[in-house]
C-alpha cells in the first residue's frame, strides 16, 4: 500500500500536470500543499485512510482525502489517470528547469511538439526555441545551461529525501529481526553528505537469507536488481536504489569503515595499515603474515590498532583529518544538545504556519532558551512581509510573551530582504528598534557574479544586519546556487562581525559543509538556524548540525550555542564596530570587481 512519500508523489504529480494543463493557481496549489503536508505527516496516512479519518492530515479537504481514499481502497485514482491522459505526464517534468513556467511550456509543446526533457533538449541543440514569442536567443542560452545543471542534479538526491527512504527500510527490517543489534545506514549517507547517491545498509548478522529475503519483499520496492546470500539491491518507489549488505556480526564494525566511506579515506586508512604489516577490508583488519584478526568488531578497535583515534564519520573525506587525528588535534565538534537558541524563525504574520505563542512553546520543548522571530520584512509580499506599523505591533505582542516570564525569550528580529543593489527594505528608525537582524535574497536570483556579490556585499556592510541568512540561495535538487564570490562576501562579514548561518533545511543545508569550513578559517561566526516554519522546523537542527560537523565546527564556532548574556554582548560588540567600519560605496565597488 502507498506510503506517505508515494503519496506525496502522486498529488505533487497532480499538481504539476495541473498547471500545465492552465487550471487555475488555487487548484494546484492546494494539491502541491497537500503533498508537502502528507509528505511530513508523523503517521501513516493510509491507516488514516482506512479508518476514514483522512482529514485529520493538514491541508487534506473534502476532495483530496476522496481520493486518498479511493486509491487505497482500489489501488487507483481516476481522477489522476484522467489528469495523465490530458496532460503528457514527461511534460511536467520540464518545470523543474528555472525559467520555465507553465506558459512556456504550453508553447513549447504548441509550437515545437516539446512533451519530454529529451525533446527539450533536441530543440536546445537545433536552435528552434530562440525563434519562438517571447523566447530569444538569450532565453536558449540560459536553458541550455539549467537543463545540463537538472542532468547533474538528478544523479543525486537530497539528504532529506535519502534519510527518510533509509530509515523507513531500517525501521523495516528493525521490526521484521527484532532481535536484530547491529544494522545501520553507511555510504554517503552516513557522512552526512548533503545529496546522496545509492543507499548502503549495513547488517551483522548469523543467519543473512531471511534479511535478504524480507529486505526485497519490503513495502516500497519498486525492481530487485539482484539478490544474493549476503547482499540485495532494490529499487525504491522513491526511485532510490538501496544496497544491503550482510556481514558476521563480529565483522560489523570493519564492514561499516568500509562502506562508509569515502574512498579517498579508505585508501589512506589501508596504505597506514600496509605500512603496518596490516590489511585492511570489509571484513577485519589482521596480519598480513599470519592473518590473524586484530579488530573486526567495532571502528573504535580498527582506528585504535592503527593508532588513531575513532574518526567521525562526518570528518572522514581526507581533508586533515588524519593529520589531525595524529597529532590528537581533532575538534570536539559541535552536537544539537549545543544550540541554545534560536535566530532564524516566521509566525503567521508572514509566511510561518505557527502563531507567536505557538513557536515559542514549540521552541521550549526543543531546549531554546531564547528564539528570534524573524518574520519577512515588506520587500517579500508574496510572503506577507511586515511593514514598519507591523513590525511595531508584533513587538508588542512579544513584549507581552516575555512579560510573563516563560521561557523562551523572544528576541525582536526580523528576515529582511536584500534588494537588487544591496539596500534594504525597512527604514533606519524601524531597524533601529529589532533585537536582531537577519538579511536574506529571495528574488533576483540571477544577477551576474560581480552584481550579486556587490549586493551582499553591500548588504552585510549595513551597521544593522546581524546575521546573512541562506547565503548563496541554493535548494538541492531543485536550484543550483546563484553566482557569487563567497570568499570576498565572507571577507566583509569578517571584517563587520557579521554571522552567516548554516540554514538547516535539508532543502538548503545553506552554507555548505566547504563554505561553512572557510566561514570558521575566516573566524566569521555561523549560527545554525532552523529557520522554522511550521510544527517540525525543529526536526531540521540534525541536518544543520551534521553540515557544521562536516566543516569541522566547534561549539565556540557556532553563535547559538551562547547563553541570553552572551548573545546579548555579541550583538552589541559587533554593532559598536560596525559602526566605525562602514565600507564606503566605492570600496564595496572594488570588491565586486574582483570577482569579474
Not at 544491503?244 to 589501508?270: C, D, E, I, W
Not at 604489516?277 to 599470519?290: C, H, Q
Not at 586533515?320 to 590528537?328: K, P, T, V
Not at 516563560?406 to 533601529?432: M, Q
Request: aromatic content about 4%; hydrophobic content about 45%.
Amino acid at each position: 500500500m502507498p506510503s506517505n512519500l508515494e503519496l506525496a508523489a502522486l498529488f505533487r504529480e497532480i499538481a504539476n500536470l495541473l498547471e500545465i494543463k492552465g487550471e487555475v493557481v488555487y487548484k494546484y496549489l492546494a494539491y502541491r500543499e497537500a503533498a508537502r503536508q502528507i509528505e511530513n505527516y508523523p503517521h501513516g496516512v493510509e491507516a488514516l485512510a482506512r479508518a476514514g479519518r483522512t482529514r485529520e492530515v493538514p491541508g487534506v479537504g473534502d476532495a483530496i482525502a476522496r481520493k486518498i481514499e479511493e486509491l487505497v481502497a482500489t489501488g487507483r485514482m481516476e481522477f489522476l489517470e484522467r489528469t495523465r491522459a490530458e496532460v503528457p505526464t514527461t511534460l511536467a517534468d520540464l518545470l523543474q528547469i528555472p525559467g520555465l513556467g507553465a506558459k512556456k511550456i504550453q508553447t513549447l509543446h504548441r509550437s515545437l511538439g516539446v512533451s519530454s526533457m529529451d525533446d527539450l533538449r533536441a530543440a536546445l541543440a537545433a536552435g528552434q526555441i530562440r525563434a519562438l514569442p517571447g523566447m530569444g536567443a538569450r532565453t536558449e542560452e540560459r536553458l541550455a545551461v539549467e537543463v545540463e545543471r537538472w542532468r547533474e542534479r538528478g544523479r543525486r538526491i537530497p539528504i532529506g529525501a535519502a534519510r527518510a527512504v533509509a530509515d523507513d527500510a531500517v525501521a523495516h527490517l528493525r521490526s521484521a529481526f527484532p532481535d536484530l543489534t547491529a544494522i545501520e545506514a553507511a555510504g554517503s549517507l552516513r557522512r552526512w553528505r548533503d545529496t546522496i547517491g545509492d543507499i548502503d545498509i549495513v547488517v551483522g548478522a548469523a543467519d543473512a537469507p531471511p534479511l535478504i529475503a524480507a529486505f526485497i519483499a519490503m513495502p516500497g520496492v519498486r525492481d530487485v536488481l539482484g539478490a544474493g546470500d549476503t547482499r540485495a539491491s532494490i529499487v525504491s518507489t522513491a526511485s532510490v536504489q538501496i544496497d544491503l549488505r550482510v556481514v558476521p556480526r563480529q565483522a560489523f564494525g570493519a564492514a561499516m569503515q568500509y562502506f562508509t566511506g569515502s574512498k579517498a579515506h579508505n585508501v589512506r586508512l589501508r596504505a597506514l595499515a600496509q605500512r603496518m604489516g596490516l590489511t585492511l577490508n570489509e571484513y577485519a583488519l589482521s596480519e598480513e603474515a599470519t592473518g590473524r584478526v586484530v579488530a573486526s568488531a567495532t571502528e573504535e578497535e580498527i582506528y585504535a590498532a592503527l593508532g588513531l583515534p575513532w574518526i567521525p564519520p562526518e570528518l572522514r573525506e581526507d581533508l586533515g583529518e588524519f593529520e589531525a587525528g595524529q597529532a590528537g588535534t581533532l575538534p570536539r565538534l559541535i552536537e544539537a544538545a549545543d544550540l541554545i537558541g534560536e535566530l532564524h524563525a516566521h509566525t503567521d504574520w508572514s509566511d510561518g504556519h505557527l502563531t507567536l505563542e505557538g513557536v515559542a512553546h514549540l521552541a521550549a520543548t526543543h531546549g531554546r532558551r531564547y528564539l528570534a522571530i524573524t518574520d519577512h520584512s515588506i520587500g517579500l509580499a508574496m510572503a506577507r512581509g511586515l511593514d514598519a506599523d507591523r513590525a511595531r505591533a508584533q513587538w508588542e505582542q512579544i513584549d507581552a510573551w516575555n512579560a510573563r516570564g516563560e521561557p523562551p525569550w523572544l528576541l525582536k528580529g526580523v528576515e529582511l530582504e536584500i534588494l537588487a543593489d544591496g539596500t534594504l527594505d525597512l527604514d533606519p528608525e524601524t531597524l533601529a528598534g529589532f533585537d536582531i537582524v537577519v538579511a536574506s535574497v529571495h528574488s533576483m536570483l540571477r544577477q551576474d557574479r560581480g552584481e550579486m556579490t556587490s549586493r551582499l556585499v553591500r548588504a552585510v556592510s549595513h551597521p544593522r544586519v546581524d546575521v546573512l541568512g541562506h547565503a548563496t540561495g541554493r535548494i538541492l535538487g531543485r536550484r543550483d546556487a546563484y553566482e557569487v564570490d563567497m570568499e570576498a562576501v565572507l571577507a566583509v562579514a569578517a571584517a563587520h562581525g557579521v554571522a552567516v548561518e548554516i540554514n538547516a533545511s535539508p532543502d538548503r543545508l545553506d552554507l555548505d559543509d566547504a563554505l561553512a569550513r572557510q566561514a570558521r578559517a575566516m573566524r566569521v561566526q555561523v549560527p545554525i538556524n532552523c529557520d522554522v516554519h511550521r510544527p517540525e522546523g525543529f526536526d531540521d537542527t540534525r541536518f544543520g548540525v551534521m553540515t557544521g560537523r562536516r566543516a569541522w565546527l566547534s561549539p565556540e564556532d557556532v553563535l547559538n550555542t551562547r547563553d541570553l548574556a552572551g548573545i546579548r554582548d555579541w550583538l552589541m560588540d559587533r554593532r559598536r564596530r560596525a559602526q566605525t567600519l562602514a565600507t564606503p560605496r566605492s570600496a564595496i565597488g572594488e570588491i565586486a570587481e574582483t570577482a569579474l
